[in-house]
Structures are given as C-alpha cells and as structure tokens.
T-cell receptor, first 115, second 112 residues
Framework: GAGVSQSPSNKVTEKGKDVELRCDPI?????LYWYRQSLGQGLEFLIY????????KSGLPSDRFSAERTGGSVSTLTIQRTQQEDSAVYLC?????????????FGDGTRLSIL | AQSVAQPEDQVNVAEGNPLTVKCTYS??????LFWYVQYPNRGLQFLLK??????LVKGSYGFEAEFNKSQTSFHLKKPSALVSDSALYFC??????????FGAGTQVVVTP
C-alpha cells in the first residue's frame, strides 16, 4: 500500500516476555520515527532514524527498549522483559526526509497489552 | 528548549458552531508548525502546516489555522463544526534540527 504499515495491529503478551513491533515506512521516505501513546494521551517520542545517520535514541525510556532499521527501510522496535507499564499504542511515522517542512505520515499503530 | 502547548484538554462545541483549538509554541528560529488529527484506533493524519508566507493556512476537511508571531500561537479553526470532527487534535513544531515535538493533544467533542 501507499501508507505506513505497522504489524501486528494488536499484541497481547505476558509480563516478562520480549516483543517485536514492525514498521514499513512509505517507500522513499528516509526519516522514520517511533512514538508511544498511552490511552487517550499525547505522544511520547522514542527514537528517530534518518538515512544512514546514527539514530536519535534520546526518547527510549529504558535499556529494555531498542530499535533497528535495516536497509534504510523496515524498522523493528523491540521491548525486552516487558512490564505492565509498557502497555500502550506504539506508533510509527515516516517522512520524506528530515526537512523541517516535511509532515510525518503515521501508521495505525500496534496496541500492546501486557498481562 | 522547544515546546508546544495545547492549553485545553477538551473542547466542546455544538454542531454548526465555530471550532477553535488553541496551540502556542516556543521554537528557536523560524517555526515550522503543523496540525494533525487522530480518530479512534487510528494513527495521526496530517491536516495542515505553516512554513512561511500567508499567516492563514488552509488545510483538509475545511480546517484552517492562523499563525500569529507576536503571540506565538497557531490556533486551529473551523467555521462550522461537524459531529464527525470529534477527534483528538495535535499541534506540532519542528526545531532548527528538524526534530519534531507534539503538544499533549486536545479532545474535540462536537454535539448534534
């Protein structure tokens, strides 16, 4: 499709398990962002990728969170040893490049529930 | 430090009445400002942006926003609200490095 695709759309797992969330950005978009959104709340920036540059990891809440972007396209956000407070919607966005005037295009998110 | 503020958690308006969602910003240099809308169980959708030029920016679904440099504001407006406009609205800004920051969001409720 033409938009940002995220999978799975929903994920339920037990506390302590690891999870992987996937994001397929729009083709040709070099900038990719991950955000976390708690129920009905604002967006919390997690990590940002721009081309081949080192990612901006300043928003990752703990060392249990990591992300990678292979081949400048698909990105995976991994949460290790999940905790109940990790329950949230994880949103991915991409933009054409890290130009100030480029809007971000969002996927519909992965709803993560930790039991 | 850069910041974006949306002072209202929720805005209630009757259908057919004007809708305003407030946003103020603090950004170094020239601001690049955006509005997004989020419907339930969906990602954010881009509505409009201000880069430079005319202070009144027109966007999708009949929305517009007015950039006011002296008040550092970028309020979202719609002359006549629809029930279908009920959603969560986010204001955002980019800094000189291109890093994006969102406001906390404003829930808009339009009643029939």
């Amino acid at each position: 499709g033409a938009g940002v695709s995220q999978s799975p759309s929903n994920k339920v797992t037990e506390k302590g398990k690891d999870v992987e969330l996937r994001c397929d950005p729009i083709s040709g978009h070099t900038a990719l962002y991950w955000y976390r959104q708690s129920l009905g709340q604002g967006l919390e920036f997690l990590i940002y990728f721009q081309g081949n540059s080192a990612p901006d990891k300043s928003g990752l809440p703990s060392d249990r969170f990591s992300a990678e972007r292979t081949g400048g396209s698909v990105s995976t956000l991994t949460i290790q040893r999940t905790q109940q407070e990790d329950s949230a919607v994880y949103l991915c966005a991409s933009s054409r490049h890290r130009d100030k005037n480029q809007p971000q295009h969002f996927g519909d998110g992965t709803r993560l529930s930790i039991l | 430090a850069q910041s974006v503020a949306q002072p209202e958690d929720q805005v209630n308006v009757a259908e057919g009445n004007p809708l305003t969602v407030k946003c103020t910003y603090s950004v170094s240099g020239n601001p690049y400002l955006f509005w997004y809308v989020q419907y339930p169980n969906r990602g954010l959708q881009f509505l409009l942006k201000y880069i430079t030029g005319d202070n009144l920016v027109k966007g999708s679904y009949g929305f517009e926003a007015e950039f006011n440099k002296s008040q550092t504001s970028f309020h979202l407006k719609k002359p006549s609200a629809l029930v279908s406009d009920s959603a969560l609205y986010f204001c955002g800004a980019t800094d000189s490095w291109g890093k994006f920051q969102f406001g906390a969001g404003t829930q808009v409720v339009v009643t029939p």
